[in-house]
């Protein structure tokens, strides 16, 4: 007798892929040190204007320090990239893509404020205890499959 494929078989298959492939970016990411929030808050692009502005800090972040970006500056460039039309999500991926390059979590940025252009670097802040996600996303799969695998089958 063949098997019947079901449903929430193929929901398993689908689940268990991008568990993986989360699994595999987020081991990459702990292991090569670079697992870290980016500690400014930005605007999208709006009004005309093409750049993303900073809207604040993450508690922690390193603001105070000489040369500091600032509510209000519109930043320029991460690294070597720009920041034209590039909103919150963009802003994030482009920092953790330069923290990466460069092995290290300290990101340079290039910034206007008040007509002038300034160089700083922004501190990525380090995911405490980065490897504590992996049991609970394990001990979920595990869970969801039980689930799936005794869900009643509606195509009898």
Not at 2 to 20: E, S
Not at 114 to 124: E, F, K, Q, S
Request: positive net charge; charged residues 20%; hydrophobic residues 45%.
């Amino acid at each position: 007798m063949r098997p019947r494929h079901t449903p929430a078989t193929a929901l398993m298959v689908a689940l268990f892929a991008v568990w993986a492939v989360c699994t595999v970016l987020h081991v990459q990411q702990v292991a090569g040190g670079t697992l870290a929030w980016v500690g400014v808050y930005v605007t999208g692009p709006e009004g005309g204007d093409e750049f993303p502005r900073v809207r604040g800090f993450w508690p922690g972040a390193d603001r105070d320090a000489p040369g500091a970006l600032l509510v209000g500056d519109r930043l320029l460039r991460v690294g070597t990239k720009s920041l034209r039309d590039v909103g919150p999500i963009g802003f994030m991926a482009r920092a953790h893509a330069t923290a990466a390059e460069r092995h290290h979590l300290r990101v340079p940025i290039t910034y206007e404020r008040d007509g002038v252009v300034g160089h700083t670097r922004i501190a990525l802040i380090p995911v405490a205890y980065p490897w504590r996600m992996l049991p609970l996303t394990c001990t979920l799969m595990a869970t969801a499959a039980l689930v799936l695998r005794r869900w009643p089958c509606a195509c009898r």
